[in-house]
């Protein structure tokens, strides 16, 4: 086997990329591609990503029974049901229903590698599982950061190197960015939560209030679903 | 003193900063600014930055005692006297001279940094140097890593997180890029040389046929020259 693993770690850099070669992995680990994997996990029927908040709340007046979810900056926009925190995407408000859902940053990366030849969505979460889908798919592979606002954060990033970990194994080729995720992740892994409390964005989000989110989403292998792109909707692979 | 260093790890993420509020050191290891220190401190009169071949073959007309050099994709462009190579910036060859001087990656970014408050060169060849300097700006300070072809590279990174690791213990803020390039420098520097062999640019310059130049090119403090841009030329600072 001959095949790539890249990872692009910032979204303003996939045009740098011929995405229709690839097989990407969203990855926004604060907090949409974990809440989207919880979701997924705990029997949401859909989440539709879209792009910007007013796209969100036009699908109140098409279907009263979706569950509407914006978030910007780290905070619920004001009149929608909730934002990204994984708390709400638990099996007694999730199960069954469809859930529409922009953030920051999460929601913008998947719209841009649209193009992708599969879409599926990465977190801590389901590392195990999405790691051996993957070895399993015999194609290139592009792990997608979603970042902070178009630029690099280090959780993506490590994140993406725990995939590089579990493929390079597999005889995938890792390029520049690859081999940095991965070398950043086997300095972090023992401590991931101690690693990232040094960065700009931790701080951020204490401010917020989140850091029970924060503690959830570097859980490991607690869920295995994995979430694919069918149409406009991430569903049950 | 409060102030930032950040890195921008390639240099189609510069738009993400508002590039004058900082001082901006713009790094091509392999081979830009590392051949413009060792020009500069070689007694090069000046170094003129150009984005395009034509611009820098436009001045064989203009003057003709300058030194014109033209790389792309690692070569020299036919028809000009050098690229970028440092055994072609020794002082039998440019000492009292004005270069003028094209490359793949080094000049972009140079030119997207322009209204910078001010611009400095650096290479691993004068990392005391330009850390000493950049001690006492007082300024905020953006390490614009030149990469490859807008993605990010390895050597460029490591060569700021060679920066960071000098500045931090000022009391400079490192950002999530900083922070991720310092811990991967501190992962190489003990054999920076064998770290970048797993790297695809290094296999790329390999074929090229210039292993020489990268061994030079990871020299530490061979050179104690600061070149800065004034006007649109690089000169001694």
């Given at each position: 086997?001959?095949?790539?693993?890249?990872?692009?770690?910032?979204?303003a850099?996939?045009?740098?990329?011929?995405?229709?070669?690839?097989?990407?992995v969203?990855?926004?680990?604060?907090?949409a591609?974990?809440?989207?994997?919880?979701?997924?996990?705990?029997?949401?029927?859909?989440?539709?990503?879209?792009?910007?908040?007013e796209?969100?709340a036009?699908?109140?007046?098409?279907?009263?029974?979706?569950?509407?979810?914006?978030?910007?900056?780290?905070?619920?926009?004001?009149?929608?049901?909730?934002?990204?925190?994984?708390?709400?995407?638990?099996?007694?408000?999730?199960?069954?229903?469809t859930?529409v859902?922009?953030?920051?940053?999460?929601?913008?990366?998947?719209?841009?590698?649209?193009?992708?030849k599969?879409?599926?969505?990465?977190?801590?979460?389901?590392?195990?599982?999405?790691?051996n889908?993957?070895?399993?798919?015999?194609?290139?592979?592009?792990?997608?950061?979603?970042?902070?606002?178009?630029?690099?954060?280090?959780?993506?990033?490590?994140?993406?190197?725990?995939?590089?970990?579990?493929?390079k194994?597999?005889?995938?080729?890792?390029?520049?960015?690859?081999?940095?995720?991965?070398?950043?992740?086997?300095?972090?892994?023992?401590?991931?939560?101690?690693?990232?409390?040094?960065?700009?964005?931790?701080?951020?989000?204490?401010k917020?209030?989140?850091?029970?989110?924060?503690?959830?989403?570097?859980n490991?292998?607690?869920?295995?679903?994995?979430?694919?792109?069918?149409?406009?909707?991430?569903?049950?692979?």
């Amino acid at each position: 086997m001959n095949k790539k693993i890249q990872v692009c770690l910032t979204p303003a850099l996939l045009p740098l990329y011929n995405i229709e070669d690839f097989v990407v992995v969203v990855i926004d680990i604060f907090r949409a591609t974990t809440s989207i994997c919880y979701g997924i996990e705990n029997g949401a029927k859909a989440i539709i990503p879209v792009a910007h908040v007013e796209e969100c709340a036009a699908y109140r007046n098409i279907e009263c029974d979706y569950l509407l979810a914006a978030e910007r900056d780290g905070e619920i926009v004001a009149g929608f049901d909730f934002g990204n925190s994984p708390f709400s995407y638990t099996a007694d408000k999730v199960a069954g229903k469809t859930i529409v859902l922009t953030t920051t940053n999460g929601t913008h990366a998947l719209h841009l590698s649209r193009k992708a030849k599969k879409i599926v969505i990465g977190s801590f979460l389901n590392l195990t599982a999405i790691s051996n889908w993957l070895k399993n798919q015999h194609e290139n592979i592009l792990l997608v950061c979603s970042g902070w606002k178009n630029n690099f954060n280090l959780e993506d990033t490590l994140f993406a190197g725990a995939l590089v970990e579990r493929l390079k194994s597999e005889g995938f080729r890792p390029d520049d960015p690859a081999i940095a995720a991965n070398d950043l992740y086997n300095l972090a892994k023992n401590d991931l939560d101690g690693y990232l409390k040094k960065t700009s964005h931790s701080e951020r989000l204490k401010k917020l209030g989140i850091e029970r989110d924060i503690a959830f989403c570097l859980n490991v292998d607690t869920t295995t679903a994995i979430p694919v792109l069918e149409g406009d909707m991430l569903v049950k692979l």
